[in-house]
């Protein structure tokens, strides 16, 4: 399962299997949003968005005191990814 999962999200982000994909949606202005905002806006658990990140999939700037600062453009993947998942 956590094989598919993983060839299904390079496909997704039209990378190679087993090439580090690079993050191709980057905080890029717009609407600014903190994990909890983000989490209600996509109707994804925060441990789901952290792992995103973790993968490499997402990548918040950070605010001074070390927050995430998600973008429109990450809330725009979690969707995308949302619905790629019910597929």
């Given at each position: 399962?956590?094989?598919?999962?993983?060839?299904?999200?390079?496909?997704?982000?039209?990378?190679?299997?087993g090439i580090?994909?690079?993050?191709?949606?980057?905080?890029?202005?717009?609407?600014?949003?903190?994990?909890?905002?983000?989490?209600?806006?996509?109707?994804?658990?925060?441990?789901n968005?952290?792992?995103?990140?973790?993968?490499?999939l997402?990548?918040?700037?950070?605010?001074?005191?070390?927050?995430?600062?998600?973008?429109?453009?990450?809330?725009?993947?979690?969707?995308?990814?949302?619905?790629?998942?019910?597929?």
């Amino acid at each position: 399962v956590a094989l598919i999962f993983f060839y299904f999200f390079h496909i997704f982000l039209d990378c190679a299997p087993g090439i580090q994909c690079t993050v191709l949606f980057r905080n890029t202005g717009g609407m600014s949003m903190t994990i909890l905002e983000i989490e209600r806006k996509a109707g994804l658990e925060r441990t789901n968005i952290r792992f995103y990140e973790r993968e490499g999939l997402l990548n918040p700037t950070r605010r001074e005191n070390g927050y995430r600062d998600y973008s429109d453009a990450d809330l725009e993947l979690l969707l995308k990814i949302k619905l790629k998942k019910k597929i």
